[in-house]
């Protein structure tokens, strides 16, 4: 099984804050995904990175993929009570799909 | 963009019957589709994946008698989950794959359906 570990588990900050969660993993990945999901909806696709050291800007988030890709981070700047949800890292290998454990971010206004 | 369905959006059940959630790719062919569980905010587990015209491969763990599924079209993939009990109960989602597409990561996911068994 390729385990990919996200932290934090959980997180809950004030609107206006910065916040980086981190996606990590032993194995080596094609690419990898970010995605949202708010409750009791599907995933949302964020982003996909494939190159490593690849930084992907989207308004006020920031991916950025391993140099060994192995790893993903996503920076968000300046939250917003939009931006809560669960955050679920992918990584792609061959023909299989990993999902990350999940990160649970909650934005107070 | 490829949309994908899932129906029911939530059922409620008792314990002992079965219960059939449909998996619809509305505007695009998937040959091959996936079936997750959800626990409230945590990841989601692949159950099994599901090829249009083939038996379904199942994780280990997951029974295959317990959760039928049938890809009958390139449009359509159905899970039964048979006898439901209390510990069934979950949010299922699907995803498609796009056919002919180069890479895995060309998946669209379902907005879920809501199981509760009483």
């Known amino acids: 099984t390729q385990l990919l570990e996200q932290s934090p588990q959980f997180l809950s900050i004030q609107e206006g804050e910065n916040l980086t969660v981190y996606c990590n993993s032993s194995?080596?990945?094609?690419?990898l995904q970010w995605y949202r999901q708010e409750p009791g909806e599907g995933p949302v696709l964020l982003v996909t990175v494939v190159t490593g050291g690849e930084v992907k800007k989207l308004k006020r988030l920031t991916f950025q993929f391993g140099d060994a890709r192995k790893d993903s981070s996503l920076h968000i700047t300046a939250a917003q009570t939009g931006d809560t949800g669960l955050y679920l890292c992918a990584g792609i290998t061959g023909n299989q799909f990993y999902f990350g454990t999940g990160t649970s971010l909650t934005v107070i206004p | 963009g490829a949309v994908v369905s899932q129906h029911p959006s939530w059922v409620i059940c008792k314990s002992g019957t079965s219960v059939k959630i449909e998996c619809r790719s509305l505007d695009f062919q998937a040959t091959t589709m996936f079936w997750y569980r959800q626990f409230p905010k945590q990841s989601l587990m692949l159950m099994a994946t599901s090829n249009e015209g083939s038996k379904a491969t199942y994780e280990q763990g997951v029974e295959k008698d317990k959760f039928l599924i049938n890809h009958a079209s390139l449009t359509l993939s159905t899970l039964t989950v048979t006898s439901a009990h209390p510990e069934d109960s979950s949010f299922y989602i699907c995803?498609?794959?796009?056919?002919?597409?180069?890479?895995?990561?060309?998946?669209?996911f379902g907005p879920g359906t809501r199981l509760l068994v009483l």
């Open positions: 995803s498609a794959g796009l056919a002919g597409a180069l890479r895995q990561e060309t998946q669209y």
């Open positions: 194995s080596v990945f094609s690419s």
